[in-house]
């Protein structure tokens, strides 16, 4: 008995070594096949013109209220099981009223849907007029959807699409019924995992009635979700301009522009009579005169001389900012029919860098600005063309230059505004907190920079590209991925500098020397040495400075900041404090200056030019504060510092003039004292 024990035990202490070496080997494939990561071609993206109408063209919104059904947490794919998408939502679930654009979180009282993890359904009806049956094709358009998307017309499949933040769209001439109505089906998933941009994390965690999904995340911006942009339908004929692409550069005084245009055509009469195709391009200054008039041979490209040109200056840099020409794109066919007609605007503007200075026509740079967000009470990162101007209007109030789309791409309409009001955008891709790097996050990485690039590339106001935002860059792996998508970047356009926002010690850092400009996020008197307003401007210094002097690229510090309570006054200064945060950007200012000495420190931006929603956590109350604006969009007492600091950096550096309100009356002691503008 004894002995059959014993016999029994060893047997299962070999079963037992068994699994665990099987266990072990299988951790050490999948651990090396993680490392291994290579630098696949990725899908790209086509078409996308922002929807605009012509004599050739109709745009019809899709906007309103839609019919709206949450999915159970514990069975996100019943929808697609039971297929909801073959009828009315309103025929599956009971259905509740949906702003479209919006996110959906904040919109009802129910928590369960502001924190809901994994899909929702959204459906609406349409009226398809029959004169769009008659020869042409009919597009629909989102401008994004957060995260994942699937899309149904009249129960068909139309599209799908992963990524937030930026647009899709699929032909749907085929699926429409003309004269009658149509019903458009939407089904979007917001789960973030390992391999979505941005990454998350789900589990599940045991509540007091069981069990329940959690998403988490370590960006700190709540996750909000549903149709966030604008949906269209639009027309073109069947033969159209698919894509335009330019590229504009000036002379050395800036008299003369060119401006280098690519355009593609989709369309059947590209097969019949390849050759016959070629586009007339006029160009219109803005008092609407023509100003050029060419006409391309069937490769469809070309170069356009623009004598007398007016550059595009950022806000500020030139008393006429943002000056945008009209290009107006005609396709004709054979015998000069004309085919389709496509208007873009254009700024006439070159940018060039070096390791010591970043310049726009011949001028060097010194940004000005803020890291943003787009959020907002009630509609979440919904878009909203009131809220958009207002801050715009706040941006050239406070005198910056420049903003980062941190952590995401824009509205196509805030990047349209962004151009005609001269403020300079960093472009910034949906990659935050970049970790644990694979293989499939590489390639929907690529994508989302290919994505974004596709979209943006043809607007003045983008000058640079950033491809993440504080990436863990000493990780395992960090230096092959960035390299990869650094040179993507660059592959896909060259124009303009590679930068990333790093939080990494520099000492640990293995990425950027893959960028041409380095920015950097640091919290000194925050999230190190809190309160600490004497520890502040020496270590800024010296960080900047260990920047440049490992990778030798200009530096710019894009984050940097505290958390301030609107209405909290404290003196002496304490944290959380208008005063304090007054006095933390004071002490960044007095480093700006040392380092703006040294011509390769670049730029300045705070975070963050307005208080914005956070996942729920106890190092937040009602979200991140570290706005110099309020949520809604009013400024705190350090808005008026940083609004002083602006423009005297502005007439300073670029000579502008200064508002008659940036300094109240205080005392007339023969200017002794700076009470008005005309005093700096
Ligand atoms: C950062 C992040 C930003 C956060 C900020 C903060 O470094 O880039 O997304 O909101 O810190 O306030 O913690």
């Given at each position: 008995m004894h002995l059959r024990i014993r016999l029994t035990c060893r047997k299962v202490e070999i079963w037992a070594l068994w699994l665990s070496s099987l266990v072990i080997g299988l951790y050490i494939i999948k651990f090396t096949l993680a490392l291994i990561i290579v630098n696949k071609d990725v899908k790209t993206s086509r078409g996308m013109l922002y929807p605009r109408e012509s004599e050739t063209r109709e745009v019809r919104s899709l906007d309103g209220i839609w019919n709206f059904v949450c999915s159970d947490e514990r069975n996100p794919t019943q929808g697609i099981r039971d297929k909801w998408y073959e009828d009315d939502l309103s025929k599956s679930r009971p259905i509740i009223p949906m702003p479209v654009p919006a996110s959906y979180n904040d919109i009802t009282t129910d928590r369960s849907l502001r924190d809901h993890v994994g899909t929702v359904w959204y459906d609406r009806k349409f009226f398809v007029p029959r004169s769009w049956a008659k020869d042409q094709r009919v597009w629909l358009r989102f401008g994004s959807v957060h995260y994942e998307a699937f899309v149904w017309i009249n129960g068909e499949q139309a599209v799908s699409h992963e990524m937030g933040h930026l647009p899709f769209e699929t032909e749907v001439t085929h699926l429409l019924s003309y004269g009658a109505e149509n019903r458009i089906t939407v089904m979007c998933d917001n789960a973030l995992i390992q391999t979505t941009v941005p990454q998350g994390k789900i589990s599940e965690v045991a509540n007091d009635g069981g069990v329940t999904i959690i998403q988490s995340y370590t960006f700190d911006f709540f996750n909000y979700a549903g149709i966030h942009r604008s949906v269209h339908l639009y027309t073109t004929p069947k033969t159209f301009i698919e894509e335009v692409q330019i590229n504009t550069k000036l002379s050395d005084n800036n008299s003369v522009?060119?401006?280098?245009?690519?355009?593609?055509?989709?369309?059947?009469?590209?097969?019949?009579?390849?050759?016959?195709?070629?586009?007339?391009?006029?160009?219109?200054?803005?008092?609407?005169?023509?100003?050029?008039?060419?006409?391309?041979?069937?490769?469809?490209?070309?170069?356009?001389?623009?004598?007398?040109?007016?550059p595009w200056w950022p806000y500020l840099m030139h008393s006429d900012p943002g000056y945008l020409y009209e290009l107006q794109i005609q396709l004709h066919g054979a015998k000069e029919e004309l085919l389709d007609v496509y208007r873009l605007s254009v700024g006439l503007r070159s940018l060039s860098w070096s390791n010591t200075t970043f310049q726009i026509n011949g001028k060097p740079i010194y940004f000005r600005g803020f890291g943003r967000h787009e959020d907002s009470d009630v509609r979440g990162k919904g878009l909203d063309n009131a809220l958009m101007v207002r801050d715009f209007n706040l941006i050239k109030w406070i005198g910056a230059n420049a903003y980062r789309t941190s952590h995401y791409p824009y509205s196509e309409e805030s990047m349209q505004f962004a151009d005609r009001h001269g403020i300079m955008v960093i472009d910034e891709c949906p990659s935050g907190d970049t970790q644990n790097y694979n293989q499939l996050l590489l390639d929907k990485h690529k994508s989302s920079l290919e994505q974004l690039i596709h979209r943006d590339r043809n607007h003045p106001s983008v000058v640079m590209w950033s491809i993440a935002n504080e990436p863990r860059t000493s990780q395992l792996n960090a230096d092959t991925y960035f390299q990869f998508v650094a040179d993507y970047t660059r592959s896909l356009d060259k124009s303009r500098p590679v930068t990333a926002a790093i939080a990494t010690p520099c000492s640990e850092d293995k990425v950027g020397r893959y960028l041409d400009v380095v920015s950097f996020n640091r919290y000194n008197g925050w999230y190190s040495n809190a309160g600490r307003t004497d520890m502040i401007t020496k270590r800024v210094i010296d960080e900047a400075t260990s920047w440049n002097k490992k990778y030798g690229k200009p530096v710019i510090m894009a984050e940097y900041g505290a958390d301030t309570l609107e209405g909290l006054h404290l003196q002496p200064s304490f944290v959380f404090s208008e005063e304090f945060q007054s006095e933390v950007y004071s002490q960044h200012f007095k480093a700006f200056d040392a380092l703006r000495r040294k011509k390769w420190f670049i730029g300045e931006f705070v975070w963050n030019f307005a208080d914005f929603k956070t996942a729920q956590s106890y190092t937040r109350v009602g979200g991140n504060k570290k706005g110099i604006f309020t949520r809604s969009r009013q400024p705190k007492s350090a808005a008026y510092l940083l609004r002083q600091r602006y423009f005297a950096l502005g007439r300073e550096v670029d000579q502008c003039s200064l508002p008659e309100d940036l300094f109240t009356y205080i005392l007339d002691m023969g200017g002794s004292i700076k009470n008005k503008s005309s005093d700096l």
């Open positions: 522009g060119y401006i280098d245009y690519n355009v593609a055509v989709n369309g059947t009469a590209t097969n019949e009579a390849e050759n016959a195709l070629f586009v007339r391009i006029k160009l219109f200054n803005r008092e609407g005169v023509q100003v050029v008039n060419a006409t391309s041979d069937s490769s469809l490209t070309g170069t356009l001389k623009v004598s007398n040109a007016v």
